[in-house]
Nanobody
Framework: QVQLVESGGGLVQAGGSLELSCAAS????????MGWYRQAPGKQRELVAY???????MYQDSVQGRFTISRDNAKNTVYLQMSTLKPEDTAVYYC????????????WGQGTQVTVSS
């Protein structure tokens, strides 16, 4: 099991930037990848980006070039640097862990609200 705590959300104007953090504790050594998801009101939760234990990354098309996922293994923390934010990026952002490449992401954090005003 791994416990995840997100932070860094807030209100920002369109075009602005925010950095989200996800602090992990527990069975960190068994995690294959860490991901960021988001859920906007009335919409399904969607994968935004993930980073594997070897540093490979994947981004949703809509955030490619604007968001950067990174990790600090010494701090057991994953970051999501978000730039050029758009109102459609408004959502609750969740951190999640995946233990095997074929697993779904789980071990959800409590989420952090990101609101982008136009």
């Amino acid at each position: 099991q791994v416990q995840l705590v997100e932070s860094g959300g807030g209100l920002v104007q369109a075009g602005g930037s925010l950095e989200l953090s996800c602090a992990a504790s527990g069975s960190i050594f068994s995690v294959n990848a860490m991901g960021w998801y988001r859920q906007a009101p009335g919409k399904q939760r969607e994968l935004v980006a993930y980073i594997t234990h070897s540093g490979n990354t994947m981004y949703q098309d809509s955030v490619q070039g604007r968001f950067t996922i990174s990790r600090d293994n010494a701090k057991n923390t994953v970051y999501l640097q978000m730039s050029t934010l758009k109102p459609e990026d408004t959502a609750v952002y969740y951190c999640a862990a995946r233990f095997e490449p074929w697993d779904d992401f789980g071990s959800w954090g409590q989420g952090t609200q990101v609101t982008v005003s136009s």
